[in-house]
């Protein structure tokens, strides 16, 4: 079967940098999605990795590693509009359904 | 730049009323889907569609049925709303990555 692992919430200060991680199971691999929920909003896709590595895209970074099943997402200098769910899914193998983790909540305080 | 649509932000109905969910998305996307997010259980899939007419079950499609006669369109419908589909309802299309909807916050008095 799939699944997903991810801490359920994490704080963090502003300015900060913040590592939130994720673990998966899955039974073949089509990617590994980021999205960004704030609440009461639809999530927002942030990241798509497929290869192994880090991808930076302006103060958030994505990493993916294949054989460790991990993936994590950086947030650097953290402001308090970063205040937020953040979900990490991945595809099935047909790759028409993706499975989302349940979310970490990151609370970003002064 | 309107991406995903949804018919209401906000909806509330009586236990056993038909209730409708639209969902339009103008990006020309074959795939679309239909979640539904409750606290601490994450997204869940309800149906999804890869074409025009065709149609799959997700996670949990018990109390729902679909329909996408048009591209462009599809609904979520509940024969008989209960109170037990309380929750935040989440139509999406992929690309890259799935747009979502802004979501429909259905109460079911």
């Known amino acids: 079967g799939q699944n997903i692992d991810q801490p359920t919430e994490m704080t963090a200060t502003e300015g900060a940098i913040v590592q939130i991680n994720c673990t998966y199971q899955?039974?073949?691999?089509?990617?590994l999605f980021w999205y960004q929920q704030h609440a009461g909003e639809a999530p927002t896709f942030l990241s798509y990795?497929?290869?192994?590595g880090l991808e930076e895209k302006g103060r958030f970074s994505s990493f993916l590693s294949r054989s460790k099943g991990y993936s994590y997402l950086l947030l650097k200098e953290l402001q308090m509009k970063d205040s937020a769910s953040y979900l990490c899914?991945?595809?099935?193998?047909?790759?028409?359904?993706?499975?989302f983790g349940a979310g970490t909540r990151l609370f970003v305080k002064a | 730049d309107v991406k995903v649509t949804q018919s209401s932000r906000y909806l509330v109905k009586r236990t056993g009323e038909k209730v409708f969910l639209e969902c339009v998305q103008d990006?020309?996307?074959?795939?679309m889907f239909w979640y539904r997010q409750d606290p601490g259980l994450g997204l869940r899939l309800i149906y999804f569609?890869?074409?025009?007419?065709?149609?799959e079950k997700g996670d949990i499609p018990e109390g729902y049925s679909v329909s996408r006669e048009k591209k462009e369109r599809f609904s979520l419908i509940l024969e008989s709303a209960s109170t037990n589909q309380t929750s935040m309802y989440l139509c999406?299309?992929?690309?890259?990555?799935?747009?979502f909807g802004p979501g429909t916050r259905l109460t079911v008095t």
């Open positions: 990006m020309d996307h074959e795939n």
């Open positions: 569609s890869y074409d025009v007419k065709m149609k």
């Open positions: 899914a991945v595809p099935n193998t047909g790759g028409f359904k993706t499975i």
């Open positions: 899955t039974s073949g691999f089509n990617g």
């Open positions: 999406a299309s992929s690309g890259e990555g799935q747009e």
């Open positions: 990795n497929v290869l192994d």
